[in-house]
């Protein structure tokens, strides 16, 4: 009893060492300070509902959302090579890509052809895309983050930015199928995994050097979400 109390004291000051450092920093020492207050509270882990839509346009007997999570994850499972670069008719080849090629392979699994939908979209509303500077290029343009952001907050329904590790009623906001969006310290794009930590947030599925992973990054970008947007199946 005595070892345990004295290293709960230990915890409970590193703690509160954190509040002070916290109290001097930006929104992610703050954050990580919050969550390791949270994770002792809640140690044995959280149970979110998963409330994703069971649409299933395509037949094929799995809800399109998760149909969106299986291709992505094929990227990770064939750790897709990370390639920024230029492609003639807009496609790279299937070994190659960056995070948005993640997103427009996500959706072909489900019928959906991003790269047709962005374009016809950029062509109508030109003014609502500031990353195309009135010179639309279709071979680049659907694999654009920004263009991406624009593009979904006008077409698919927006969803919380906000993130709670270990509190279901938020966390259930978060889906499989799902995309992400941060603009710091770096433009990317991510799927929400089906799968979950023991905190309840979501692992995401996105290409970053050096290739296509499957990880616990949610966490991390939480103080610089940008967007969170859900198709609309």
Known sequence: ??????????????????????????????????????YVKHIKGVRVPEEYSKVDKNNNGTPDCLDIVTAARKEAE????????YYKGGYPPDSE????????????SIDVDLKALVDKDIQENLKAYPRVSDKPDKNIDFRR??????????????????????????????QPG?????????EHIAVISDVRDRDGVPKVIHNTSPHAVENSRLSYWAPYIYGHYRWKY
């Open 178 to 186: 799902d995309f992400v969006i941060i603009m710091k310290p770096f």
């Open 1 to 38: 009893m005595k070892k345990f109390i004295k290293i709960s004291s230990i915890v409970l000051g590193v703690l509160i060492v954190g509040i002070f450092i916290a109290s001097r920093f930006d929104n992610k020492v703050k954050y990580y300070v919050n969550l390791g207050f949270e």
């Open 145 to 174: 983050v920004k263009n991406l952001d624009v593009f979904l907050k006008r077409n698919a329904d927006s969803i919380t930015k906000e993130l709670k590790p270990f509190e279901a009623d938020n966390l259930k906001e978060w």
């Open 97 to 108: 890509g960056v995070c948005t090629d993640v997103i427009w392979r996500g959706l072909k």
């Open 78 to 85: 064939n750790k897709t090579v990370y390639k920024d670069a």
